[in-house]
């Protein structure tokens, strides 16, 4: 009997040795939630697509620049109220833009790894042309956000993790050249990626459709290279040439739709719904009265508020607000057709040409988008058709209340931009951007607190934060 327990004990002793170094090397391992390193590419899409859309472009950035376009008026007697005022506690602070600016750089540290990956064929990730473009349409994105709203950033060093902590400051100008140059690389990649259909359950914007991501990343160097406009000679015709090439290829708008229960509620619903923070403002109300624009009842403009109405601004009850915010189905625009349009019957102008069916274009879209979403008639058509024959001035100002729906930033740059070429398009009348003949209205927005705090780089560029009423951009110098 002992010769067969000590038989069985050699066997389960056996049988342990053999199989434990294998067993040994699983124990502790976190299965559930593998490293970034083995993740496949293309599953970091998702992600990136939605943080792009509900932080960078439909967030903080958007909230506080409607009260500094004067698309929308800040209230609630809080920070909005405070952006209204312009008061320099808010406006002037790292804290303010703290989290949208982490956020942004979140994206962009997981973008790099997306791209990396493919490029260098890990996690399975190899020759996936179109999660490669597609992943490098939103790092242009991502980066042209964060540039247009605080001027120069740590760029170049910024996305090596550990190994630097403290990354310097790049130029706007040598980033914008990146951004054109990996916008450049995406077309080729998509061009080539002919039939791919990796991205198809991770992609949120089109389903995987490589033609679209094509026509997108066209729309999106068209937008940075009419930013350029300023600064340099050959931006517009290049603007022009890549509008038409996005038209060409079908561009329909570059929008995140999946609400309704499928992710959450609109960005702006929610930030009206839970915070009360902004009303209609009259600039953008008066301009639609004075056309007779069917925007004007989408808006809500006989509620709208004077900018800078300190009054109003400290109200902290419940203000009426733009009929569309309160569906929380409409989708977040990265990038819309009206814009594009824009885009392109600015360029023509500027050129010499006759811009009138790109201008009534993106009326005609803006109009309809609208109507659409609120189940209403409008003829978007026969009311750009009569606006006539656009100017610069009636495109900036047409640009001006599409983008008021959800492209504030944009705006900001915009506005901006025509300040720097002396065309006084869009007239601001908050009196508070001016105070005791000193200017309170933002040419930039100031750094994040946790790179204020951690970089001396950042910390020696933000200084009292008071620079961001001085420091002009390079695209508005």
């Not at 300023?230 to 609400?259: D, H, I, P």
Request: glycine residues 8%; negative net charge; charged residues 20%.
């Amino acid at each position: 009997m002992k010769k067969y327990i000590l038989l069985t004990l050699s066997t389960a002793m056996l049988a342990l040795s053999s199989c434990g170094d294998d067993t040994m090397d699983k124990i502790n391992k976190d299965t559930h939630h593998p490293t970034a390193e083995i993740v496949a590419a293309r599953l970091q899409m998702s992600e990136a697509i939605m943080r792009t859309a509900f932080s960078t472009v439909s967030g903080d950035y958007a909230f506080y620049t409607s009260s500094i376009t004067e698309q929308l008026v800040g209230s609630g007697n809080n920070q909005l109220m405070k952006a209204e005022l312009r008061q320099s506690v808010e406006l002037a602070a790292s804290t303010t833009f703290n989290n949208v600016w982490g956020s942004t750089y979140s994206n962009l540290m997981n973008l790099q790894q997306v791209i990396d990956k493919v490029e260098n064929g890990e996690a399975s990730s190899g020759g996936q042309l179109d999660v490669l473009g597609a992943a490098q349409v939103l790092k242009a994105l991502n980066a042209g956000y964060l540039t247009d709203m605080h001027g120069d950033i740590p760029y170049s060093e910024a996305l090596k993790g550990n190994e630097n902590m403290q990354p310097a400051l790049d130029s706007q100008q040598s980033i914008y050249t990146d951004i054109i140059a990996t916008l450049d690389k995406a077309i080729d990649n998509l061009g080539n990626a002919a039939g791919m259909r990796n991205l198809s359950d991770q992609d949120l914007v089109y389903g995987g459709n490589v033609n679209s991501w094509l026509a997108a990343a066209y729309a999106v160097k068209a937008r940075y290279l009419i930013h350029q406009s300023k600064v340099n000679s050959s931006a517009v015709a290049q603007a022009k040439e890549a509008a038409k090439k996005a038209l060409e290829l079908g561009f329909s708008g570059m929008q995140v739709t999946e609400f309704n229960g499928v992710t959450c509620d609109n960005p702006w619903s929610a930030f009206i719904w839970s915070r009360h923070y902004t009303a209609p403002s009259t600039h953008v109300a008066n301009l639609m009265a004075a056309n007779d624009d069917p925007r004007y009842e989408f808006y809500n403009g006989d509620a709208a508020v004077d900018p800078g109405d300190a009054e109003a601004a400290k109200v902290s009850t419940w203000y009426d607000y733009p009929l569309y915010y309160d569906l929380g189905s409409q989708p977040v625009t990265i990038i819309g057709l009206p814009e594009l349009y824009f885009i392109l019957a600015e360029a023509q102008l500027r050129s010499g040409e006759d811009a009138t069916d790109a201008f009534q274009a993106g009326v005609a879209a803006s109009v309809n988008e609208q109507a659409e979403w609120l189940g209403e008639d409008a003829d978007g058509e026969e009311f750009a058709a009569s606006l006539g024959t656009p100017t610069l001035k009636t495109v900036f100002e047409q640009k001006y209340l599409a983008l008021a729906v959800d492209g504030q930033a944009e705006t900001y740059t915009d506005i901006r931009r025509m300040q720097a070429m002396g065309e006084n398009f869009i007239v601001l009348t908050n009196p508070y951007n001016n105070q005791s003949g000193i200017n309170r209205w933002p040419e930039v927005l100031p750094y994040g607190n946790s790179s204020v705090l951690s970089n001396p780089n950042v910390a020696a560029a933000y200084g009292d934060g008071t620079y961001i009423y001085s420091t002009k951009a390079w695209l508005f110098k």
